[in-house]
């Protein structure tokens, strides 16, 4: 049994024969073509990679947006951390401000021109490391 063939089913063969044609030549037969057709070959390809670069903006645009989305996705889910995790976080925050790091204590006031963390933003790096802890439990990766 064969299946019927629409006029819809030629048109976009002959679309794809096209298609193919034209990313088989070479840029000279491609040049030629233009030429031909009473086109400058210079001004298709500067509106060719003109379209290219709006193209690679909107993708762009389109990809921060998403990354946006799922940030914020990210960030209104609730950090489902047990009483045991956070003072396990707390523990480590504590090291981290007196940290055998170079300066750490420094580094977390910097932002607040070293006049000490605010309760909010204590509580707020405490939400980032069991958020953080978390991600780290859903997807161990080995150490490499």
Do not use: C, H, W
């Not at 819809?8 to 233009?34: G, T, V």
């Not at 210079?42 to 990354?67: G, H, P, Y």
């Amino acid at each position: 049994m064969t299946t019927r063939r629409t006029s819809q089913d030629e048109l976009y063969k002959l679309d794809q024969e096209i298609d193919e044609s034209i990313l088989a030549a070479s840029s000279e037969e491609l040049r030629e073509e233009l030429a031909a057709l009473g086109m400058d070959p210079d001004a298709v390809v500067s509106e060719m990679d003109a379209a290219t670069a709006r193209a690679k903006i909107v993708a762009a645009k389109t990809n921060l947006e998403r990354a946006k989305q799922a940030v914020l996705a990210f960030k209104a889910k609730p950090a489902s951390v047990s009483s045991g995790d956070r003072d396990a976080v707390r523990r480590k925050l504590a090291e981290m401000r007196t940290g055998d790091g170079k300066n750490a204590s420094d580094m977390m006031m910097a932002a607040r021109k070293g006049q000490g963390l605010s309760d909010s933003d204590e509580q707020g790096i405490l939400d980032d490391l069991a958020q953080l802890a978390a991600l780290e439990a859903e997807d161990p990766q080995e150490d490499e």
